[in-house]
């Protein structure tokens, strides 16, 4: 059930067959969360966090008046909520934006792990970091790239991380997300979503039709969003 | 406060539109176009009448960008209500 994490994990260092059965000892209790659900809310104590393991799922934050900003995408393999084993409370909410498949993972067995075995805890640590990294795209994207920029991103970032852990193959991928969640993720309207989306097809650069993002010029997709792919840490090396 | 229209052809992202400035007292305060199937491929939007440029209290400072409205009647009540009661 933990493949698609241990394959994350391993695009950027070993794993041991030690540290692969730890984690499959504490990684087994499962969560269904059907398309739109809360998976957990902001606020509350927490002593478990989740790794998504199927499905596609999002950090984000609401507004008074019903707007929601969705903070960062999490897709098959993100441990979503691994912060919250330090915080023991999330700033944000997380929901399921298709029907997802997670994994409760206890506190009590993180602690134990990060006592018994360095290098995994070092591994988890880098999935936080990492998680910083995006975010700190995002707000880039979100401060300073133009529209069509700011999609064009997206769905570069999307289009590597789903291909490290087999997702993404020949430049496309699955998205299945409404142009209300484009709109929620990139601060603009739907109506502007839209017609950035028809500038992107009209240029070539990306086409996304049946909830599959189909990339049709890499190179000018990345040139478009200024996409340098340094934040992702695509390095495979001893941590 | 007074809203005036005046009806002209806006380029906007998506191409030229048909669209309405509204003016509050003689100050620009709002341009509206009149949305065509191509902007809401897909979308469920319950108007046709976008925000496509706001000012002063309708500008960005103050306001996000309203969803679309279905009547050019309530996308000048919008207007009207972000403008601040004036004393004359």
Known sequence: MIDVFLKKLRSRDVVSEAEEARLRAIMVREHRADKGETVVQMNQPMSESLLLVEGLACRYKDMRDGGRQILELNIAGDFVDLHAFLLKTLDHNIGALTPCSFIWVRHDDLTQLTEDMPHLTRLLWLQTVLDAAIHREWVMSLGRRPARARLAQLFIELHERLAIVGLARDGIYALPLTQMELAEISGLTTVHVNRTLKVLREAGLVTIRGGKVRIENLAGLRDAAEFDATYLNLVNRPR | ?88
């Open chain 2, 1 to 88: 406060m007074t809203l005036t229209k005046q009806y002209g052809r806006v380029l906007a992202d998506g191409g030229a539109r048909d669209g309405v400035l509204i003016f509050a007292n003689d100050e620009l305060a709002a341009v509206f176009v009149e949305l065509i199937s191509e902007d809401v491929d897909g979308v469920a939007v319950p108007g046709k009448w976008y925000l496509e440029a706001g000012f002063g209290p309708c500008g960005s400072l103050e306001t996000l960008t309203p969803e679309p409205f279905s009547t050019l009647r309530l996308a000048t009540d919008w207007v009207d209500r972000c403008l601040p009661v004036r004393k004359t």
